[in-house]
């Protein structure tokens, strides 16, 4: 069993490469005149924002499930 600071194994590595080749596509597919290091950034910043994102509906999530929020009706006038 490989531990946490064992050097990455071939599939490890091509794994990881393929998933970062995914996400870095759809980067250069919206923003195609960003440069490489920029398109880096815009990833940096997107991650960031999709893990709020996610954590603020597991939240959201979890909340209802255990009744914490209570669902409120507009009243139209």
């Given at each position: 069993?490989?531990?946490?600071?064992?050097?990455?194994?071939?599939?490890?590595?091509?794994?990881?490469?393929?998933?970062f080749i995914?996400l870095f596509?759809?980067?250069?597919?919206?923003?195609?005149?960003?440069?490489?290091?920029?398109?880096?950034?815009?990833?940096?910043?997107?991650?960031?924002?999709?893990?709020k994102e996610?954590?603020?509906?597991?939240?959201?999530?979890?909340?209802?499930?255990?009744?914490?929020?209570?669902?409120?009706?507009?009243?139209?006038?």
């Amino acid at each position: 069993m490989l531990g946490k600071h064992d050097p990455l194994t071939h599939e490890e590595m091509s794994a990881a490469a393929e998933k970062f080749i995914e996400l870095f596509k759809i980067v250069t597919d919206k923003v195609p005149e960003a440069t490489v290091e920029d398109a880096l950034k815009i990833m940096e910043s997107c991650a960031k924002l999709a893990h709020k994102e996610r954590a603020d509906a597991l939240k959201k999530e979890a909340d209802e499930r255990f009744g914490f929020v209570k669902v409120t009706q507009e009243k139209n006038d």
